[in-house]
């Protein structure tokens, strides 16, 4: 079956623009989290959503970030008036049910460059 | 929040198996110890998990020292594809994973 998707693979931006970034989980998958991934740097955790209940934001560095779930599926993260500091691999990932338990599949990537 | 130590790169030559090291010491009863991989230019790959007993799966064992304060992950035969990252990561429930430097896996024929 189809893996995770995430769109666009690559999107360069200038300082101040807002951007959006899409991934599809695998379906069925209740938990999705997003990630980012800076040059040479560890994964960094930024927001969970877990079925219904309320997304875990506890990683967001900042209020420009934002993120939804629209139907249980789709997420979109939000990054409000891009800096240089974001630039960064961008990572989706979901789970059949809590990821701290279950295997976290991973998406693609989308590689965000900020100028 | 329980935190891994492991080795910042180990070299390995193709054929060889591989013994990973991770310890963590600070892990409590309800963390699973989950392996992942990264391979370059791609996102992280689920390697395997387990919670006391060892762990076989396709890709590797996983070895868990009794008292649970570290693990081992086993790659029988190293191949060139298997040079990646590898993260050992403790997990519990609704907890998103923490990924640390992990381990660089250097493979050489």
């Known amino acids: 079956g189809a893996g995770v998707s995430q769109s666009p693979s690559n999107k360069v931006t200038e300082k101040g623009k807002d951007v959006e970034l899409r991934c599809d989980p695998i379906?069925?998958?209740?938990?999705l989290y997003w990630y980012r991934q800076s040059l040479g740097q560890g994964l960094e955790f930024l927001i969970y959503?877990?079925?219904?209940?309320?997304?875990?934001k506890s990683g967001l560095p900042s209020d420009r970030f934002s993120a939804e779930r629209t139907g249980g599926s789709v997420s979109t993260l939000t990054i409000q008036r891009t800096q240089q500091e974001d630039s960064a691999v961008y990572l989706c990932?979901?789970?059949?049910?809590?990821?701290?338990?279950?295997?976290?599949?991973f998406g693609p990537g989308t590689r965000l460059t900020v100028l | 929040d329980a935190k891994t130590t492991q080795p910042n790169s180990m070299e390995s030559n193709e054929e060889e198996p591989v013994h990973l090291p991770c310890n963590h010491s600070?892990?409590?009863?309800?963390?699973?110890i989950h392996w992942y991989r990264q391979l370059p230019s791609q996102g992280p790959e689920y390697v395997i998990h387990?919670?006391?007993s060892n762990v076989n799966n396709r890709m590797a064992s996983l070895a868990i020292a009794e008292d649970r304060k570290s693990s081992t992950l086993i790659l029988h035969r190293a191949t060139l594809r298997d040079a990646a990252v590898y993260y050992c990561?403790?997990?519990?429930?609704?907890?998103?994973?923490?990924f640390g430097k992990g381990t660089s896996l250097l493979v050489t024929p």
């Open positions: 990932a979901s789970s059949l049910g809590d990821g701290g338990l279950y295997e976290q599949f």
């Open positions: 379906s069925g998958h209740t938990a």
């Open positions: 959503f877990q079925g219904n209940s309320a997304p875990d």
């Open positions: 600070t892990i409590s009863g309800t963390d699973y």
């Open positions: 387990g919670l006391t």
């Open positions: 990561i403790l997990t519990n429930s609704g907890y998103a994973l923490n």
